[in-house]
């Protein structure tokens, strides 16, 4: 965070591995061994360079295996290496995220509607780790959020600021 008493700037780190994170990664193994064990194996054992099994093959590769693992890939950096960054002045709120492309929302000072903090306890959890705190900033045009990410004393001290 850097503060120079007009505009604050806000880095947050990747939100790294969580139960969420683990489900979808096994959904996309379990997805994949099921396609390749149940028809790939069979269907492209035994198959000669003019068959039509040449040809299924790269329609095969392309949505059961490059499909689940490009998601696998996206999950992954944005679970690892997506930063997330907001600059807070009163011309405007600006929220910069994603991997590996970044996507900006700038939202005005002057379109600002409503700025609220959504505090969503996450399912089998009793302490504050467990929840999820970011700041909502809404206009009539664009909606945005920032702060997922920061413990509790960071996102307090936002807060303050």
């Known amino acids: 965070m850097h503060y120079d008493g007009i505009t ?4 947050v780190p990747p939100i790294g591995f969580n139960a969420g994170f683990a489900i979808a990664m096994i959904f996309i193994g379990l997805f994949e ?6 028809f790939a194996i069979p ?3 035994n198959f000669d360079i003019d068959s039509p099994g040449a040809i299924l ?3 095969f590769a392309l949505f059961f295996l490059s499909t689940p693992t490009f998601i696998f890939v996206t999950l992954t950096g944005n679970a690892f ?6 600059i807070i002045s009163n011309q405007s709120l600006q929220v910069t995220r994603g991997w590996p492309f970044k996507k900006t929302v700038n939202i005005p000072a002057q379109e600002l ?7 969503k306890k996450r399912k089998g959890s ?3 780790t467990g929840s999820k705190r970011e700041i909502i900033a809404i206009s009539d045009f664009k909606q945005t959020s920032f ?4 413990n509790k004393e960071e996102f307090n001290y936002l807060l303050a600021l």
């Not at 604050?8 to 880095?11: A, S, T």
């Not at 509607?113 to 505090?119: A, H, T, V």
């Open 81 to 86: 290496f997506a930063k997330q960054s907001a």
């Open 113 to 119: 509607k409503e700025l609220f903090i959504s505090k």
């Open 57 to 59: 093959f790269p329609i």
């Open 147 to 150: 702060g997922n990410g920061l």
């Open 33 to 38: 061994a099921f396609f390749i064990s149940v």
């Open 126 to 128: 009793s302490s504050n």
């Open 43 to 45: 269907m492209f054992s």
């Open 8 to 11: 604050l700037q806000v880095g």
